[in-house]
C-alpha cells in the first residue's frame, strides 16, 4: 500500500508542480501583454446615430506635464458629406480650396468645429482631474453640443478604470478607411472599410458596400433585400465579430473583393 | 475676303497674346510627409529643383498644395498644437539656406482640422538674379510634447514654381 501511495505521489507531484507553473505562467503573460507608453490613458466611447462614435479621453504623462484631454466624435460609415471638409487657407485667411477629410468628424465639421476646438482647449487647461458638475462647465461657451452630455461622457471617462499598456497598433493612424471597387458585375459600386483603435487595440470595424447610386447596403429595409444582400451582411458581420475577437483583419469567408478590401484594411493598420 | 483676313488677324493676336501670357508651372509629384517630432528636431523632405517661367525664382511664386490628410496616431497626444511647415530654398553648402514662406497644419485632438499659409518670409528672389531653377524643400516640426515623434506621414504635399 505504502509502495503504491509511494508511486503515487512521485507521478502526482510532478504534474502538480507543472500545472501551477503553467497557470502562474500564463497569468503573468495575460498581465504583461500590450506595451507600455511614456503616458496612460482613461477613455470612453459612446456609440451614437448613423454610425457616429463620440469619445472623451484623458492621457496622463508618465513624467509632470500636464494632462491631455481630447473630445471628438467620429463617423466611420459615410463616405463624405458637404459639411466636413479641411479648408486650406491663403495668407489672409481667405478659403483657396478645400481637402475631402479621411472620415467626418465633429472636429472637421463646419458646424461643430468651433464647438470642439472650445471644449479641448476649456478642458486642456483646467485640468479637471477629478468628476465634474455643471458650475465646472460654466465659462464653457458652446453652441452645439449639449453640456450635460459633456460631463456625463467626461465623468464617466474620470472615473474609468485607467489603462497602462497599449496594444499592438499604437503607432497606426487613429483612424483609417479602404476602399475598393467591386468586380461583381451584379454588384456595381464600392466596398469601404473603417477601423478605430482604443490605446493600440481596434476598437470597432465600419465594412459598407454603397452602390453606383450612393445607397448604402446596410440602410437597405431587411423586407427588400435579395438572398445575396443578406448573405453580403452576415459574411459582414462574422468577419467584424472574428477580427474584433482575434484584433487582426481576418477575409475568411468573404468575397474576393471584400477579402481585397479587408487585407487592405490590414495593411494600413500596419503602415507607418 | 478682308473682313475674315482682318477676323483670322485679330484671333491669332487674341491666341497669340494669350499663349504668352499663360505661364506654365512646375511641380513635384505628390508625395507623402515625413514623420516629424513634437518641439524639435525639424525633419526636410528631398529637394526638389524646380524652374520657373519667370526671369528668376521669387518667393511670391512658390506653392505647396495640401492632400490626404490623416488622423494623429493613437500613441500621440496632442490637444491642439499645429504642425509647422516652412518651405525652404536650399543654397549651395557654406550659405544658409532661405525660408521662402510659413504653412501651419492645425489639429484639434487627433484630427487635421484646416492649414493656411501663415506669411510669405521671401516674396522677392530666392536664387541669384537670372538663375531659373530653385532648390525647394519643406522643413517640419509639430507642436506639442517634447520630442514625442508622431510615427505617421499626416498628409500629402505637392510644391510648384511658377
Redesign the interface.
Known amino acids: 500500500m505504502q509502495k503504491i501511495m509511494k508511486i503515487g505521489m512521485v507521478l502526482i507531484v510532478p504534474i502538480v508542480i507543472i500545472g501551477v507553473f503553467l497557470i502562474l505562467n500564463d497569468t503573468k503573460t495575460q498581465a504583461e501583454k500590450g506595451t507600455p507608453l511614456s503616458f496612460t490613458r482613461k477613455n470612453t466611447f459612446d456609440r451614437k446615430e448613423d454610425d457616429w462614435i463620440y469619445t472623451f479621453e484623458i492621457n496622463y504623462p508618465n513624467t509632470n506635464e500636464k494632462n491631455n484631454y481630447i473630445f471628438d466624435g467620429y463617423n466611420l460609415k459615410y463616405k463624405e458629406s458637404e459639411e466636413h471638409y479641411i479648408p486650406v487657407y491663403d495668407e489672409n485667411g481667405n478659403e483657396a480650396y478645400r481637402v475631402k477629410p479621411e472620415c467626418l468628424s465633429l472636429s472637421n465639421s463646419e458646424k461643430y468645429k468651433d464647438d470642439i476646438l472650445s471644449i479641448n482647449l476649456y478642458f486642456n487647461e483646467k485640468q479637471f482631474e477629478e468628476k465634474i458638475t455643471e458650475d465646472d462647465l460654466q465659462d464653457l461657451d458652446i453652441n452645439y453640443i449639449d453640456k450635460e452630455y459633456l460631463l456625463d461622457i467626461f465623468n464617466r471617462t474620470v472615473e474609468s478604470k485607467v489603462k497602462t499598456l497599449a496594444g499592438e497598433y499604437y503607432n497606426s493612424s487613429f483612424i483609417g478607411r479602404v476602399s475598393q471597387e467591386s468586380t461583381d458585375k451584379n454588384l456595381p459600386g464600392e466596398w469601404q472599410a473603417t477601423y478605430i483603435l482604443d490605446f493600440g487595440n481596434i476598437y470597432d470595424i465600419n465594412i459598407q458596400f454603397i452602390d453606383k447610386s450612393g445607397n448604402y447596403l446596410s440602410e437597405k429595409d431587411n423586407q427588400n433585400m435579395n438572398s445575396k444582400e443578406k448573405g453580403i451582411l452576415n459574411q459582414i458581420e462574422s468577419v467584424k465579430k472574428e477580427s474584433l475577437n482575434l484584433q487582426k483583419i481576418t477575409t475568411k469567408n468573404t468575397n474576393k473583393d471584400v477579402q481585397t478590401l479587408l487585407e487592405k484594411l490590414q495593411n494600413k493598420l500596419t503602415e507607418y | 475676303m478682308k473682313r475674315k483676313m482682318m477676323l483670322l488677324g485679330f484671333l491669332t493676336i487674341i491666341l497669340g497674346s494669350n499663349v504668352v501670357n499663360v505661364k506654365a508651372k512646375d511641380c513635384t509629384e505628390i508625395h507623402a510627409a515625413p514623420?516629424v517630432y513634437q518641439v524639435a528636431p525639424y525633419v526636410n523632405t528631398k529637394r526638389f529643383g524646380l524652374y520657373t517661367s519667370y526671369d528668376s525664382c521669387y518667393g511670391s511664386n512658390t506653392e505647396v498644395w495640401?492632400?490626404?490628410?490623416?488622423?494623429?496616431?493613437?500613441?500621440v497626444?496632442?490637444?491642439?498644437d499645429p504642425i509647422w511647415v516652412d518651405l525652404m530654398e536650399g543654397d549651395p553648402e557654406g550659405n544658409e539656406d532661405e525660408l521662402v514662406k510659413q504653412y501651419a497644419v492645425r489639429i484639434?485632438?487627433?484630427?487635421?482640422?484646416?492649414?493656411?499659409?501663415?506669411?510669405?518670409v521671401t516674396a522677392g528672389l530666392i536664387d541669384s538674379e537670372g538663375d531659373k531653377k530653385a532648390e525647394l524643400y519643406l522643413r517640419m516640426v509639430s507642436g506639442g510634447?517634447q520630442g514625442?515623434s508622431i510615427?505617421?506621414s499626416m498628409f500629402n504635399y505637392q510644391i510648384c514654381m511658377k
Open positions: 514623420h495640401f492632400s490626404s490628410f490623416t488622423f494623429l496616431p493613437d500613441s497626444t496632442n490637444s491642439v484639434i485632438g487627433r484630427t487635421a482640422t484646416d492649414a493656411q499659409l501663415i506669411r510669405t510634447r514625442l510615427e505617421k
